[in-house]
C-alpha cells in the first residue's frame, strides 16, 4: 500500500514537473527567438546572446532550480556561418538522449523525453530533456534542449518515501502491538477456560472461570460454569450418597461387633461343656460355634472391603524379607497342608528380598492364595516361586489340582465369586478373600493376577514394586498362558 | 487373688466378661462410664484394667491417660470394635500396653491377661546394664546415674527382652511373641509405639536413638553391647 502510494505521489509529482518544464522551455524557447532574431548578427553578439541564453536559467524563473540548457547545431544545419554551440558548463552533452534529437529532427513542435542527466562533476540526476528549435540569423537551424532535473523531486520524492517508511513502520509496530492486545482479550480468556476445565476434570471440582464483560467468551464461561456447578452438585450428591452407604456397612460391622462378642464368649463357655450335655445339645454347640467363627470371618471380610471402598484402607509400611515372610507363612499352614496331603516347594531366587509393605496385607494376601492352593490341590504338590528384579518383586503361587475355567478367570476376583456355587467349601472361606488380596495388592501399587485350566490347576501372582508408589518395570514372573 | 476392673457401657458384655475371668479364677470390677473409673480406681487399685474405647461419659483415651497419670505399673488393655483405625494407636500412644479386637475368643483374653500380669521370666535375676541404664530385673526399675526412669511393664519387659541378648536383632514378630505374648502377630504398631514411648524415656535423643536401634528391614536390637551383671 504503501508503494502505491508513493508511486501515485512521485508520478503526480513527475508529471507536474513535465508540465511546467514544458512551459518554461515554450517560454525560454521564446525568449531566445526572439533575442536572436532581434539582438544583432555580428560573430560577437551571436556568442553573447547564446551565452547568455544558456545562462539565462535563472532570470526566467528564479524559484526552479536545475534548470540546465544547451544549444546544438541542429542535425540540418551542416555548414553554419558561425559556431555558436553553447552548453551550461555543468552537464555534458551524453544527457541527451540521442533518440529525442532524431524526434526533433522530424517534428515541428517541442519534443521531450526522460533521461539521465549527467553532470560535468560525474553525478547523475533522472530529470526530463525538452527539445525545440531556434532559427538563428547567419547561423541556421539550431536545437535548444532543456535540461530539468528531477533532484528536487527526487529529494522531495526520499523524505516522503522516508516519512512514508517510517509511518510504516509506526503502523507495522501499532498493528503488531492492537493484534497482540486483541489475541489477549480473545486467547487469554480461553485458554483460561482450558485451564479451568482441565484443572475441573483432574477433580478440582471447585474451579469456575472467571467471566468479565458480555462477550461470547463470557457466555461460555457462563455456561461452563453452570456446567460445572451442576456435575459439582450431582457428583457431591453421589459422593454423600456413597459415603452414607459405605459408612452404613461400616457401621453395621462395627456395632455387630459388641454383641458377637458377647455371643462367642457365651458360645466358647458352652462349646467347653459340651460333654455334659445330651447328644443333640452337645452338637448343637458345635454348630453354633463353628458357625460363629464363620460369621466372624465375615464379619471381619466385610468391614475390609467397606474400608477399600471408603478408601480408608490405613498402611503400616515397614521393610520385610519377603522370603522369610513366605517361607513362614507356609510352616503356619503346615498342618493343613499335611492333613491335605499337599506337599509346598518353595524355589527363592532373590538378590535382595526386601520390600517395602504393610506387612499385615502382604502375609494376608500368601496365606488367602496358600490356602486356596492346598485346598484346591487334590493331593498334587503346590509349587510356589519368589523372583525379583530392580523394581518389583513376585510371588507365585502354583497348584496342578482342580483348576479353574479359564472363562471364570477374570470373575475370581470379584466378591463372593464361587468357581462352583454347587460345591461346598472345605475351608469355609467367605468369598470376599481373593477381591479383598487383589485390593491389597493395589495398595501397594502391585498387582495379582490369575491363571487357570480345569484340571490342570491355576496361578496366582503377587507382584510387588520394591517401594509403594514405583513403576514395575518388568514382572518378574510371567502368568502362565492357555495355549 | 488377681482383679481386673472391666471398663465397658456394655452392660451384657460385661456380665459375658466377669462370667468369664471368674471361671479363670479373676476377680472383677465392673464400671460402665468413662468418667467413673478414677473413682473405683483410686479405691481399689486393681491388677489390669480392660478399657473399651467408647464410653459414656469420658472417652476411653482420655481414662487411659488419666490411669497412666496416676499409675506408670498397672497393664492396660483396650477393648476396640475397630482394630485398624486412628484409635489404636492414640491410645497405645496414651499409655495402653495392648489392645483387643472385638470379637475376641475368651481363651485368648484370658491368655492375653495372664501375659500382661505374669512377672518377667525368674530364670534371670540381679542388674542388666545397658549403656549407662541399669536394669534392676527383681526390683523391676530402671536407673540411670542413679535416677530412676519409670517405665510401664510392659516398656520394662520391652526393654529387658532386647538388653538380655544386646546385640541380637529381634523381628517384630519375635517381640510380639515374646513380649506380648502372639503367636502369629505381624501388628507392628503394637511394636512401634512402644519402642517409641521406650525410647522417649531411655534415649538421650530419641531422633537419634543409640540405645534401642532399628535394624532396617528387620526390627530392633539393643544398640550398645552391655554386661550381664552378678
Not at chain 1, 503526480?12 to 548578427?41: C, D, M
Not at chain 1, 478367570?409 to 472345605?426: G, H, I, L, T, Y
Not at chain 2, 475376641?104 to 495372664?114: H, N, Q, T
Not at chain 2, 503394637?190 to 532396617?216: F, G, M, W, Y
Request: hydrophobic share 40%; charged share 25%.
Amino acid at each position: 500500500m504503501g508503494s502505491a502510494l508513493l508511486n501515485r505521489i512521485s508520478t503526480g509529482v513527475v508529471n507536474e514537473k513535465i508540465k511546467s518544464a514544458l512551459s518554461e522551455s515554450t517560454l525560454a524557447v521564446y525568449s531566445a527567438q526572439f533575442r536572436f532574431t532581434s539582438g544583432g548578427v555580428t560573430d560577437a553578439a551571436l556568442k553573447k546572446i547564446a551565452q547568455e541564453v544558456v545562462n539565462a536559467k535563472k532570470a526566467i524563473r528564479a524559484t526552479d532550480s536545475g534548470r540546465e540548457v544547451i544549444l546544438i547545431r541542429s542535425a540540418k544545419n551542416l555548414d553554419p556561418e558561425v559556431a555558436i554551440d553553447t552548453v551550461s558548463n555543468r552537464v555534458s552533452y551524453e544527457s541527451i538522449p540521442s533518440e529525442l534529437r532524431d524526434r526533433l529532427l522530424n517534428s515541428g513542435d517541442p519534443v521531450w523525453a526522460r533521461s539521465i542527466i549527467e553532470y560535468a562533476d560525474g553525478h547523475k540526476v533522472p530529470g526530463i530533456v525538452v527539445g525545440d528549435k531556434l532559427s538563428i540569423p547567419r547561423v541556421g537551424p539550431y536545437d535548444i534542449y532543456f535540461l530539468f532535473s528531477f533532484e528536487s523531486q527526487v529529494n522531495t520524492l526520499n523524505l516522503v518515501k522516508n516519512y512514508l517508511f517510517l509511518a510504516g513502520f509506526i503502523l507495522l509496530l501499532l498493528i503488531v502491538g492492537i493484534t497482540y492486545l486483541v489475541i489477549r482479550q480473545v486467547i487469554e480468556p480461553v485458554r483460561d477456560a482450558a485451564k479451568i476445565a482441565e484443572e475441573f476434570t483432574a477433580g478440582k471440582l471447585e474451579k469456575r472461570i472467571s467471566v468479565v464483560g458480555s462477550d461470547e467468551i463470557s457466555r461460555l464461561g457462563i455456561s461452563f460454569n453452570a456446567m460445572a456447578t451442576a456435575i459439582e452438585q450431582q457428583i457431591k450428591r453421589l459422593e454423600n450418597l456413597s459415603k452414607v452407604q459405605q459408612r452404613f456397612v461400616s457401621d453395621v460391622s462395627h456395632e455387630l461387633r459388641t454383641p458377637l462378642t458377647t455371643i462367642r464368649m457365651a458360645s466358647d463357655l458352652i462349646y467347653a461343656y459340651r460333654d455334659k450335655f445330651e447328644p443333640n445339645i452337645s452338637r448343637s454347640a458345635e454348630l453354633l460355634q463353628s458357625q460363629i467363627d464363620r460369621f466372624e470371618l465375615l464379619l471381619a471380610d466385610l468391614l475390609e472391603v467397606s474400608r477399600f471402598d471408603a478408601t480408608e484402607a490405613a498402611m503400616e509400611i515397614s521393610e520385610i524379607d519377603l522370603n522369610e515372610m513366605v517361607a513362614r507363612c507356609i510352616t503356619d499352614l503346615s498342618l493343613i497342608s499335611a492333613e491335605k496331603n499337599v506337599v509346598v516347594n518353595l524355589e527363592k531366587d532373590l538378590v535382595n528380598p526386601i520390600v517395602s509393605v504393610d506387612a499385615r496385607r502382604i502375609e494376608r494376601i500368601l496365606r488367602n492364595l496358600l490356602t486356596n492352593a492346598i485346598d484346591h490341590a487334590n493331593e498334587k504338590p503346590v509349587d510356589v516361586t519368589i523372583k525379583s528384579n530392580s523394581s518389583a518383586l513376585s510371588v507365585s503361587i502354583r497348584d496342578y489340582g482342580i483348576g479353574i475355567d479359564p472363562a471364570q478367570v477374570p470373575r475370581v476376583f470379584d466378591r463372593f465369586w464361587r468357581a462352583d456355587p454347587a460345591r461346598a467349601r472345605s475351608r469355609g472361606g467367605t468369598g470376599l478373600g481373593l477381591s479383598i488380596a487383589q485390593e491389597d495388592a493395589h495398595l501397594h501399587d502391585g498387582t495379582l493376577k490369575a491363571w487357570g485350566k480345569l484340571n490342570e490347576g491355576a496361578q496366582f501372582i503377587l507382584t510387588l514394586p520394591r517401594k509403594i508408589g514405583w513403576k514395575i518395570e518388568a514382572e518378574p514372573i510371567e502368568l502362565l498362558t492357555t495355549k | 487373688m488377681t482383679s481386673v476392673l472391666v471398663v465397658d457401657d456394655d452392660q451384657d458384655l460385661a456380665e459375658m466378661l466377669g462370667i468369664v475371668l471368674n471361671g479363670a479364677g479373676i476377680e472383677v470390677d465392673l464400671v460402665s462410664r468413662g468418667d467413673e473409673v478414677m473413682d473405683v480406681f483410686r479405691n481399689n487399685p486393681p491388677d489390669l484394667v480392660l478399657l473399651d474405647l467408647m464410653l459414656p461419659g469420658l472417652d476411653g483415651i482420655e481414662v487411659c491417660r488419666q490411669i497412666r497419670a496416676f499409675s506408670v505399673r498397672v497393664p492396660i488393655v483396650m477393648l476396640t470394635a475397630k482394630g485398624d483405625t486412628h484409635d489404636v494407636v492414640l491410645g497405645l500412644e496414651a499409655g495402653a500396653d495392648d489392645y483387643m479386637v472385638k470379637p475376641f475368643k475368651p481363651s485368648e483374653l484370658v491368655a492375653r491377661i495372664r501375659t500382661r500380669l505374669r512377672r518377667t521370666s525368674s530364670e534371670l535375676s540381679g542388674i542388666l546394664l545397658l549403656a549407662d541404664i541399669a536394669i534392676d530385673i527383681l526390683e523391676h526399675t530402671i536407673t540411670r546415674d542413679g535416677k530412676e526412669i519409670p517405665l510401664t511393664r510392659l516398656e520394662f519387659d520391652l526393654l529387658v527382652a532386647l538388653a538380655k541378648e544386646p546385640g541380637r536383632v529381634f523381628t517384630r514378630e519375635a517381640l510380639l511373641s515374646e513380649v506380648w505374648g502372639y503367636r502369629h502377630s505381624t501388628d507392628t504398631r503394637l511394636v512401634n509405639v512402644h519402642i517409641q514411648r521406650l525410647r522417649a524415656k531411655v534415649e538421650h535423643d530419641s531422633e537419634n536413638p543409640t540405645i534401642i536401634t532399628t535394624v532396617r528391614g528387620i526390627g530392633y536390637k539393643a544398640g550398645v553391647s552391655g554386661t550381664r551383671g552378678h
